[in-house]
């Protein structure tokens, strides 16, 4: 099947990968998009994986403020040079990243951040609903299983659907940004203020 430029910028557009990655991806999958995205989002996995453990202490501190200056987000997201952190990709992620937060409002960035006690209390809740709609134990455990996965994917900011584009998810983003760069990426921290919300 011929490639079109046309198909490679549809790819482009859907995932953010290189133009040479996605045109590639299409040729390898018979011009298939969905299979080209699976293959993109797989390598993007695998190279993330390989520079999971490099030290990312370079970086840089994103603000955004909303619109009328009420709500505000500061990010720090690390990578391993100072080259790449000055790169338009870098921080268009940071940026992405922080308006994300704004918008979306996560407790933590992982699911082992989010702390023990929260997690305990909405364990507590769906195991109480699950019982009290007549579910036997061994469901029950299914069913609150299930709805804590659900919480995390709505709470945490590597799991949550980004906002301009819910296809993918923050990790995803991540993990393309990873592939692309060549170097290990992390979101380390964030705050969010709005004003008249206590913390």
Known sequence: MKITSQMVKELRDKTNAGMMDCKKALSENDGDMEKSID?????????????????????????YVHAGGKLGVMVEVGCETDFVAKTDDFQNFAKDVAMHIAAVNPIAITKEAVPEETVTREKDIYTQQALDSGKPANIAEKIVTGKLDKYFSEVCLLNQKFVKNPDLTIQDLLNELIAKMGENISIKRFVRFQVGEEK
Request: proline share 4%.
């Open 39 to 63: 293959a993109l989002r797989t390598k993007g996995l695998a190279v993330a994986a390989k520079r999971a453990g490099r030290s990312t202490s370079e970086g840089v501190v994103q603000p």
